[in-house]
């Protein structure tokens, strides 16, 4: 079975450009998951989908961030602009039972450098 | 406010040389405790669901165990391919993970 996939690896931009990341959760899981990793700590949930719908962006910056899930598969996070302090890796997760399932499945993460 | 502390921020080993990760959590309403094993670069892996007091679960050298206010990762006779950082989780009646900042594990040979 093929894990959630994330794309880019890494990126490098400087600070007030913007930047997108994707996620293709593993297939058949109805909730995806957005958390930021800043170094030396543990992820912090950003945002989560319940399929297409939105349950949880209560930590997100929404002022600079954005992210959507289209057709309930695939997803984008966006920053713009960015800033120092987004530095971080952004890993996706996903979750087969509705309702924020047990067992969350993480991405091999994106890893931003913002200058 | 849910807490998650993990101790010690980080451990050496020698190899076979047996010791315990701790994770010291208060949170409202339980629904489950998650370990993952981070390695260097790459995402967080999945490796224990705990969900009441007393219950155990055990994979290869790992022994997970939790009670109402911890839970500890027991590493049995630790090889070099140990080596990773450990990250504890708690869910509680919301949906998100509530991470600790991990404990940086380093097993030598």
């Known amino acids: 079975e093929a894990g959630v996939a994330q794309s880019p690896r890494y990126k490098i931009i400087e600070k007030r450009q913007s930047v997108a990341f994707w996620c293709n959760p593993i297939?058949?899981?109805?909730?995806l998951y957005w958390y930021q990793q800043i170094l030396g700590q543990g992820p912090k949930l950003l945002i989560q989908f319940q399929n297409n719908g939105v349950v949880d962006d209560s930590q997100l910056p929404k002022d600079r961030f954005s992210a959507e899930r289209l057709k309930g598969v695939d997803s984008t996070l966006k920053i713009q602009p960015a800033k120092l302090e987004d530095s971080a890796v952004y890993l996706c997760?996903?979750?087969?039972?509705?309702?924020?399932?047990?067992?969350?499945?993480f991405g091999p993460g994106t890893r931003l450098t913002v200058l | 406010e849910d807490q998650v502390t993990q101790s010690p921020e980080a451990l050496r080993l020698q190899e076979g040389e047996s010791s315990s990760l701790n994770c010291s959590y208060t949170?409202?309403?339980?629904?489950?405790l998650f370990w993952y094993r981070q390695d260097p670069g790459k995402g967080p892996e999945f490796l224990f669901t705990l969900y009441s007091a007393g219950e155990e679960k055990e994979k290869e050298r790992l022994k997970a165990t939790l009670t109402k206010k911890e839970s500890f990762l027991h590493i049995t006779a630790p090889k070099p391919e140990d080596s990773a950082t450990y990250l504890c989780a708690v869910k509680n009646s919301g949906y998100a993970l509530n991470f600790g900042k991990g404990t940086s594990l380093l097993v030598t040979p």
């Open positions: 997760a996903s979750s087969f039972r509705e309702l924020g399932g047990d067992t969350q499945y």
């Open positions: 949170v409202s309403g339980l629904r489950g």
């Open positions: 297939s058949g899981h109805a909730t």
